[in-house]
């Protein structure tokens, strides 16, 4: 499996980006997919997933509200739609697929994916 994360980019505070994931060569094994970022000097975080079988969602409390998760009729690409961006919100951002059943909880976790995209850095500043 391959991820290709894209979109990323130098954009002001309050205004909207939106990133893109696209995925090849996915086995029968394909669960979810999810973006989490990294500031610097700081983890990981969780940011949004969305499940295959049910197209159901989950956020960050950091993110929810602003940002929302989606996927092309194909299921190849996944979006990172970012409205009312924040300074804090610079961070790079990771696509990562998973290959395991869970519920919303497990896949908050970086442990719950078996690969991941390159990354692609959002800044948010004036």
């Known amino acids: 499996v391959q991820l290709q994360a894209s979109g990323g980019g130098l954009v002001q505070p309050g205004g909207s980006l939106r990133l893109s994931c696209t995925a090849s060569g996915f086995t029968l094994d394909h669960y979810a997919m999810a973006w989490f970022r990294q500031a610097l000097g700081q983890e990981r975080e969780f940011v949004a997933v969305?499940?295959?079988?049910?197209?159901?969602?989950t956020y960050g409390d950091s993110v929810k509200g602003r940002f929302t998760i989606s996927t092309d009729n194909a299921k190849s690409t996944v979006f990172l739609l970012m409205n009312s961006l924040k300074p804090e919100d610079t961070a790079v951002y990771y696509c990562?697929?998973?290959?395991?059943?869970?519920?919303?909880?497990?896949?908050?976790?970086?442990?719950?994916?078996?690969?991941w995209g390159q990354g692609t850095l959002v800044t948010v500043s004036s």
């Open positions: 990562a697929e998973s290959q395991r059943a869970g519920d919303f909880y497990y896949y908050t976790s970086r442990s719950a994916y078996d690969y």
């Open positions: 969305i499940t295959w079988y049910g197209m159901d969602t």
